[in-house]
């Protein structure tokens, strides 16, 4: 493969509170926020509270997911009394990192979540930007002490519904397993490393470092999967099998079991072998998403270095 150039990364946003009820973010960008960290080396550094309404108490969202507000056609769509707060601050966050898709966007934002469920560090991409994986690959080896996968969501730009989808380069960081409400110093710590590791790359790359050819492999969401339920009632009948508990991305076979009825019987999988992320994820209730069924996949990367005027 040929290398390839980009335009120097001179600016970061690193985003917490996007559910506020994830606690690593909202801390971690309260930290930066106290100790003025808003330009380091060559990289100026904007720090974001997504959501300060949900954040105050300690909510997911108010209104609606923000999360799930940051396609064209809702950042598009005219506000009136009857908008969601969530969806308004969606396009005051446009206006701020954006306009999405635009020369004006910020170089790189990051988007920081936990998760209920045993995700490790989870780095989630949208498409198959080379700048991003290369920072993928680049704290893969940079972290020994907790699992580096990634994500892989296929969806076009315009129906990108996540905040991180504003920058002109982005990603959102998953780690887990945390419960909502709650800050853990391990989580903590973990976060911080990955983003200062980022930071770090962001350096060596503006300041003319060439990463090297190479692959890495990340996951591709395929399907979603809900929990069996009552026919009549709606009701969830059966909830993860122990078997599937805590082990996300570990390679689903026909006839393993996924779920275990409320009566004792074992639901089993069905059709072809898959690895299994977000298992039990608790935001995911309200979603009828018991968890994502993925292919894994090699990306090939080609070296990468700044672009010269």
């Not at 990108?160 to 780690?175: M, R």
């Not at 099998?241 to 275990?260: E, S, V, W």
């Amino acid at each position: 493969m040929e290398s390839v150039s980009f335009p120097p990364q001179s600016s970061i946003a690193i985003c917490g509170g996007t559910h506020g009820n994830e606690m690593t973010g909202v801390y971690l960008v309260r930290e930066m926020q106290k100790h003025k960290v808003d330009k380091i080396g060559s990289v100026s550094i904007s720090t974001v509270l997504s959501n300060p309404r949900a954040v105050d108490v300690c909510r997911r969202y108010t209104e609606t997911d923000l999360n799930r507000c940051f396609t064209d056609a809702l950042l598009s769509s005219p506000i009136t009394d009857s908008t969601p707060y969530e969806v308004r601050r969606a396009q005051e966050l446009n206006a701020q990192l954006g306009p999405k898709g635009s020369e004006k966007a910020v170089d790189m934002l990051i988007d920081l979540h936990n998760t209920t469920a045993n995700m490790g560090l989870c780095l989630i991409f949208y498409t198959a930007d080379y700048l991003p994986l290369q920072i993928f690959k680049y704290i893969q080896n940079k972290m020994s002490s907790v699992p580096v996968r990634a994500m892989q969501l296929d969806i076009p730009l315009s129906d990108a519904y996540s905040l991180d989808s504003l920058g002109k380069h982005s990603f959102s960081i998953e780690v887990g397993p945390q419960p909502n409400g709650v800050l853990r110093a391990d989580i903590f710590n973990i976060v911080k490393e990955a983003v200062d590791h980022t930071i770090a790359w962001l350096q060596e790359f503006n300041s003319g470092s060439t990463f090297e050819a190479g692959e890495v492999e990340a996951f591709t969401v395929v399907k979603s999967v809900d929990y069996p339920r009552d026919p009549v009632t709606g009701e969830i009948s059966a909830a993860i099998h122990p078997q599937l508990q805590d082990n996300d991305f570990k390679l689903l076979k026909p006839g393993d079991p996924i779920f275990l009825s409320f009566t004792g019987e074992t639901v089993k999988h069905e059709g072809e072998e898959l690895y299994p992320l977000f298992v039990n994820e608790c935001a995911y209730y309200e979603k009828k998403i018991a968890f994502h069924l993925a292919q894994k996949r090699t990306f090939k990367l080609p070296s990468i270095h700044m672009k010269k005027d």
